[in-house]
């Protein structure tokens, strides 16, 4: 190795010195390693809280329609109507969902999804129930999630949207005039349609009521929007869940529309 004219380590007295201290060091790595972790403080080591746990223990417990557990019953209407049944403590909801009602969506002139509902209680005391919290999920379309329109705040939107057609009519009218049979026609099927969904909504939607066993039971439709980004084309079969918070719980109905692969329910005549 090449080292200095006038270099120290050239003189064994200052070599042994070097020995001598590369042994100290290394005697003092061994008791006191430089790597050992320093030992935490027990108020500075993080909480291993489970969240999912924590998560779990705010949320209500799930009642889950299964026919074949007890509470729990399904059948085939006359009306072409698959109904649900589910009772839990001294309430009961019972789902009915109209067979073709995807079918049905693409002739409405707004493309929601409803289902009937029916609450039941048959307590000694007294139960709030309301359409508040209730979802459908779209299993086979990434899960989406939708909530139940508020048919108020949806019967507003409707107006709007009417308005809105009646003015752009109008302008095109005043630009087109040979236009004006064709047009004032297409408005009028569309107003008409528009005030049959308001009616209905008005008068058949689900509200909140107080049941109790003078008034044992409230029934009335939910809506759920379809015009998301997620929703694609509709399935041969398609998958569903809907969930309604009641009771200090979650009644959940797994269905699907048809309930068999092909089948098709003829609604009979009154």
Partial sequence: MWQLRNSPWRYPQLRFARTALVFC????TLFFPLSAPFPASAALRPLNHDKNENRNALQPPIVRWD???PGCTFSRGDDGKYNYGLWSGDVGVVLAVDAREVQIIRHRIEPIFGALITIRYRGAASQDVGPGGITMQFVKHFKIVQPALDPDTYVQKIEADADALDDETRRAVAKHPEEKQVRQTRLQDYQKSVNELIEFLSKNSLRSAYLDR??????????FDTKS???GGWKAQEEFVLRLPLDGKVFEFPFRLPNE???FLLQKRQ
Avoid: D, S
Wanted: glycine share 8%.
């Fill in 229 to 231: 980004t997620w929703l």
């Fill in 67 to 69: 026919e074949q557990l």
């Fill in 214 to 223: 003078a008034n044992p039971e409230v029934r009335g439709w939910v809506f």
């Fill in 25 to 28: 060091c290394a005697a003092l």
């Fill in 261 to 263: 692969r092909g089948e």
